[in-house]
């Protein structure tokens, strides 16, 4: 059995227990029902992935007397898995405290590689603004969150903007897709770098469509820290030392770009914390999370 073989089998099987599991919850909470006072939206269709319906989840506060900050909600999945299902908690949650909320579905990888993805949660963006009046959205206040690979997602929904290219051709191309706030868990930002371990490797080939040998450029195009400007979105980064996946060199390497071009935010690193946490941890990540947008995306 060869090296390669064995270390592409480890990514699988690491793949399957990150995305089985929330699978299993995703399909239990389908059936969710909202909290009392929150307005529940299934599967809301945003656009077209070529030919492919896209849809998204929405909630919002049921009794909205002035318009309200929106919050987008990226699941991960190593961009071939996942279901926008297993977040609806959140945008509960979010909808509780005075956000409209979405969490959008994405195409998936090998079958669709980069920009596919991009060009999705781009287009759920833009359709939130164009439907703003609609679903009660101040379109000048947008935050988006993601884990994994939904991180990385989230991370190019605020560094880009139309002139960087990407947006597809799904659905309301006069509005912007560019956020004001990003929170990442533990997300890719350089798909250059050698400091990607052996296991993610086939992930990322099969992301972007090709070897590091074969590369044409896809890997600086799918790159969160290629276009960051000093008028991107402030960012905070949630990142475990342990992480088999994403090392943590790449929270510092999107840091280090952040702070060249002044953009403002800041990095949590979770002491021997891998792919994830649970517990107090995961509570206090996510009391930072609404501290941060609420400071960024609430007004006085």
Known sequence: MTSQFLTRAA???????????????????????????????????????????????????????????CIVVIHGGAWRAGDKSQHLPQIFDFAKQGYVSVSVGYRFCPKHTFPAQVEDVKCAVRYLRANAEKYHIDNSRFGAIGFSAGAHLSMMLGVMGKDDGLEGSGGSPDQSSKVQAVVAFFGPTDFHADDLPAVSIGLVNDFVGSTKENDKGERKKASPITYVTKDDAPLLIFQGTKDPLVPHTQAYKMTDVMTKAGVPGRVELLLGAGHGWGGKEIQRSFTQTLEFFGEKLKHN
């Open 11 to 69: 990514a699988f099987l690491l793949l399957a227990f990150l995305v089985f599991v929330p699978l299993v919850r995703a399909q239990e909470k389908t059936k969710a029902q909202p909290p009392a006072g929150v307005v529940y939206l299934p599967d809301v269709e945003y656009g077209k992935g070529g030919d492919q319906p896209l849809t998204l989840h929405l909630a919002m506060p049921e009794k909205l007397d002035k318009l309200a900050p």
